[in-house]
């Protein structure tokens, strides 16, 4: 029902910087929420970063905090993944997903909704 669309990967070098978008076509994220996760081949899907849907509330995998920033718009209409520093190990497929409002909400838990992905590369 819900289609993720994600936007701003790239071939970046070591140090620099990329943003990622999220956007749901059609509809906000006011009763979601947004979480990103990461694929390198031969490694497993990792999260990455998540904003909850009550509060601006912000989750990092330890291996992005500091670095990366996780953000909203303030129609609730795009989710940003903003990303410093970045590594060679960085180097994935990132994945935008959704969940609607729980009681409880597990920041590297299950997702409902995944998006196509959006490949980002950095180089030495």
């Known amino acids: 029902q819900v289609q993720l669309i994600e936007s701003g990967g790239g071939l970046v070098q070591a140090g620099g910087s990329l943003r990622l978008s999220c956007a749901a076509s059609?509809?906000?994220?006011?009763?979601?929420?947004v979480g990103w996760f990461r694929q390198a081949p031969g490694k497993e899907r990792e999260f990455v970063a998540a904003?909850?849907?009550?509060?601006?509330?912000?989750y990092y995998a330890d291996s992005v905090k500091g670095r990366f920033t996780i953000s909203r718009d303030n129609a609730e209409v795009t989710v940003y993944l903003q990303m410093n520093s970045l590594k060679p190990e960085d180097t994935a497929v990132y994945y935008c997903?959704?969940?609607?409002?729980?009681?409880?909400?597990?920041?590297?838990?299950?997702?409902?909704?995944w998006g196509q992905g959006t490949q980002v590369t950095v180089s030495s």
């Open positions: 997903a959704a969940v609607g409002r729980r009681i409880v909400f597990n920041p590297t838990g299950t997702y409902d909704y």
């Open positions: 059609g509809r906000t994220f006011r009763n979601y929420a």
């Open positions: 904003i909850r849907w009550s509060v601006t509330d912000t």
